[in-house]
């Protein structure tokens, strides 16, 4: 769950890492930055993610207008790994059902982008809507 001091989408539930490609960064890059300061996964464990695809996201944010290439991936998290809120832009982890996630995103309680990637990954991964 994102913080609540977030500029956008404050409170938001979003994917376990996610955030910005760096300047002479690759996307995977970003993500194994992005993991690891989100959530304390090991780069070793995040280089496992699959990359499923890319959409680009144009829509209004408070303040202005966001457009976003967002890259997806599907990562199963090694046994017994629990993620830490390692930095100030996470407030909470927790685990949802295909269910209940479909839930949130009905009520709108979950990013755009984490939900466009959580859709797609579950399109492209027909257990994980289990």
């Known amino acids: 769950q994102r913080s609540r001091t977030k500029r956008v989408g404050p ?3 979003d994917g376990l890492a996610a955030g910005m490609v ?9 993500l194994l930055r992005e993991a690891h300061e989100e959530a304390l996964l090991p ?3 995040a280089k496992n993610a699959r990359y499923l695809g890319s959409f680009l996201i144009s829509r209004a944010v408070s303040g202005g207008w966001m457009l ?3 890259y997806t991936h ?3 998290l090694p046994a017994g790994f629990e993620p ?3 930095d100030h832009e996470v407030e ?3 685990r949802f059902s295909a269910r209940e996630v479909l839930d ?9 982008e984490a939900a466009s990637s959580l859709l797609f990954s579950m399109a492209a991964t027909p257990s994980a809507a289990d």
């Not at 760096?22 to 970003?30: K, S």
């Not at 949130?104 to 755009?112: D, G």
């Open 11 to 13: 409170g938001l539930w």
């Open 22 to 30: 760096g300047a002479g960064e690759t996307p995977a890059e970003a």
């Open 43 to 45: 780069a070793a464990d």
């Open 68 to 70: 976003e290439a967002s």
């Open 74 to 76: 599907d990562l199963v």
């Open 84 to 86: 830490c809120a390692a």
């Open 92 to 94: 909470r982890f927790a």
């Open 104 to 112: 949130l995103i009905a009520a709108h309680k979950v990013m755009h």
